[in-house]
């Protein structure tokens, strides 16, 4: 799966204004089937009712943060190979850590621009490729 | 762990080293790597496999670094390489020799590395991130406005808000609760997601300070500042200039302003470096090296260098370093570890569940009834043993020095309701274009913790009155010679068993005008009756009476003021208004300390037993004959000190029997209401207790002239009476 643009993107975060931001930004690099979530409960069900080909998901959430929701992924057999990158806010050292040992695909820090988001997003894609 | 184990172990980490492609480390790959090194780690604990442990702990820093990117990606990727060669030969068995001199290089590679990097400590609170692909903020101002940015910019503006004011609610659970992570966690959240929006809406101002509000939190998270009145301020005047920020955003989206409003950071900024120099100063707890050096373990010098090699890479503890220096012994370090503890817990509070409180007072309640049923008891009473009677007396005292303290534990100052009050003025005033401070005196009087909920509805409603109709706006205000700022005073005290709290301000004061037509039209009262200012005043308090009709946002309608009477004495309490004329109102309120427990007089009339609240009891004696007079109109009264008092007589007013005596053979209790005493007649007065108040229960709430039940020491039921509606009855 290469760079798709038709891919189904799911962006998870409780503040709604950021979710359009990063929904603009994924307009711009032409992603228009973008779904969103407010938490990482309600980013389950979509995942478990429809195909999401990639997960975008904030650190810090109520209920169920960016790292538990990583976490239930990858130890769902059928989600588990689900590209999932993660946002943080200034790389704070400790949580990318965890989250790459979790088996984050990538990470990308705020604020970025859609070009930055549009590199991340082949980059994963085209690992994907790689390990068959 | 076994050698063949490691060496599988080693195996499937170098299977999963495929790194560098392009220059960029392959995420998944690293994360894989770090739970190898990891198993590793925690496998190897013995003395052979030190250095394994050396080259692990450093692969595992390399490869954090990589993935953070703030080494240099070919360079790191060839130090790991050489690390994963240098633990593969050691596993191989070369223990000494060329296997050592290898290690070392490694381990000097990869500091020289790390060291040139960003932190060498494990926490850094700064961003790790240097590296230009990572996190370039979106181009300031070049970028065309499009249509999209438009509305993001409008939702940020409306959501931002909403999150703006959840965090005032939130930062007052936080003073209640300030060790509670989930609060503290609450209040984080909103200023980092604002955070986050504003640095891609390039709004840097409000970026920055949303920043700064969550860098406080996220200390108090992690235990370097602690949760003060000064804190706590400062977190709320953070949240004032966000939503001024942003709030003027809106403006700047409908073409009224140009540019969003900048408040002046700088007393903020200098406020909380304040904090953080107090903190560090009062230090509660101090560190380790401190306390060593303190005891007389280790000497500055020694401290000094320790510190040095345990920052050295790779980084250790100050204990260990200590330790492995030889400096100190186990035991001394263990000691002062625990000693450091101690301070921690030592925090001069403690939280306790508030259930398990109310229970203790409860019983307690209960021990008080049980006590003075056993001292009641004939066979007690009639009892000639000294000891028997010395032990009792010494119960009696403890129970009662028990019931205060018990009282006392949920006793809480009402500083937190004033604060709340003073936010809800400021709002208000805001919201009617007035400007008004707020005064505060006697924040430290106390009221039991349950009752602070219950009062807070009626004292808003209070407070609404004074900001809506009290104080006039900053224009008239002008004109008549005042202040353009008005001012509402909030203050507190105990008087008798009650807290006595007055809300008062320097506005115009009741229309007493209005208030007379309205109480004519209403049908309360004739026209022509004459009645003193105070009076007029207090018809503010009659059904439909008070002139708040407004709509305001708070809480929806206007609440009249009968409703807030109603709502106080419910609570046991009374209220009451004065005014004057152009210089303002002060509306007083009134509320028993604790719901739970009441000191009164016992007195006899006829076979029943009354309890009269040892607060409004002014006096006790036995009237002489001649001090006693019947007036056309007003019935029985009293000469006392001068002043002519009405009589009461109980049984009449109960409808009971009473023993018929003539007021001047009788016992005559001068009882004080508000404003106004009478004499109450009884026919014995059987002593003073303590005793725990009882609700009648749902039917015999509402009856007028009492106010609970008490089971007495006789185990008899007494009636508390409740000397103001007792008045009121006699007085329709």
Known sequence: ?132 | MKQEELSDRIDEMVSDFLFLDEGVIDIPSAGKFLNHIDGITAGVTTDTTEPVRRVACALRILIERLILDSIDQREGYLAVEGGITVMRGMIGGAAGGTGDAAVEEFMDRAARLVGSAADSDGRSEEAVMSSEGGSAAIDGGKRPFERDDEAVLRDFVTEGLEYLSDIETQVLNLEQCPEDSGCINALFRPFHSIKGVAGFLNLDDISNLAHDMEDLLDRVRTDHLSVTAPLIDIILSGTDALKEMIGSLQDVLDGIRSHPSRPDMALLRHRIAQIEDRFEEEGTVEKLGTILVGDGVITEETLAGALETAQEYPPKRLGETLLNGGAATSRQVSQALRKQAGQVMDAGTIRVDVKKLDDMVDMVGELVITQAMIKENPVIKGSEDKKLLEGLARLAGITSELQRTSTGLRMVPIRKTFQRMARLIRDLARESGKVVAVEMAGEDTEIDRNMTEEIYTPLVHMVRNAVDHGIEEPRTRISMGKPERGLISLSACHRGGNIVIEIADDGRGLDRKRILERAVEKGFMAEREELSERDIDRLLFLPGLSTAERVTDISGRGVGMDIVKEAVEQLQGKIDVSSSDGKGSTFTALFPLTMAIIDGMIVRVGSEQYIIPTASVRQLMRPRREHYHTVAGRGEVLEVMGESLPLLRLHKIFGTDGDHRDPWDSLVVVVEAEERSKCVCVDEVMGKEEVVIKSLGEKLKNVQGVSGGAILGSGSVGLILDPDSLFALCER
């Open chain 1, 1 to 132: 799966m290469s760079s798709d643009k038709h891919m189904k993107i799911l962006v998870i975060d409780d503040f709604s204004t950021m979710r359009k931001v990063i929904k603009n930004l994924l307009k711009q690099g032409g992603y228009n089937n973008v779904a969103e979530a407010d938490d990482g409960i309600s980013a389950l069900k979509i995942l478990r009712s429809e195909t999401i080909d990639m997960i975008i998901s904030d650190w810090n959430m109520p209920n169920m943060n960016g790292l538990d929701l990583l976490k239930t992924v990858r130890a769902d057999r059928e989600l588990s190979g689900t590209p999932f990158l993660m946002v943080t806010a200034e790389g704070l050292r400790d949580n990318v850590v965890l989250a790459v040992k979790e088996g984050v695909s990538n990470y990308i820090v705020k604020p970025f621009t859609a070009e930055v988001l549009n590199e991340k997003i082949e980059e994963i894609l085209k690992r994907t490729e790689n390990k068959g």
